[in-house]
């Protein structure tokens, strides 16, 4: 079974910069892409950004310009680097691998943002 860890949630003043980690771990099987989301109190979860297989990366315009994935492949972990963070970044992050048989959920991570 895949499990995916998330690290480094926190609060931050605005203005500031933050790191997330996802580290995998279990059987991952064929191409694979992790993707981050973000979800507030009743509001949808949100997509952020992405990172497939071959290293290409995609992000939303909420977060771009703002915003990095990157990966350690020797550490099987993704990393998602936030600046210039605004108290509307407030939310709780979630990182979802995607590999040939399904789909696979970290834990999430809180961010909060303060003025």
């Known amino acids: 079974q895949v499990q995916l860890v998330e690290s480094g949630g926190g609060s931050v003043q605005a203005g500031g910069s933050l790191r997330l980690s996802c580290a995998a771990s279990g059987s991952i099987f064929g191409l694979k892409y992790i993707d981050w989301f973000r979800q507030a109190p009743g509001k949808e979860r949100e997509f952020i950004a992405t990172i497939v297989d071959n290293g290409t990366t995609d992000y939303a315009d909420s977060v771009r310009g703002r915003s990095t994935i990157s990966r350690d492949n020797a550490k099987n972990t993704v990393y998602l680097e936030l600046t210039n963070l605004k108290p509307e970044d407030t939310a709780e992050y979630f990182c979802?691998?995607?590999?040939?048989?399904?789909?696979?959920w970290g834990q999430g991570a809180q961010v909060t943002v303060s003025s």
């Open positions: 979802r691998l995607s590999d040939y048989y399904g789909d696979y």
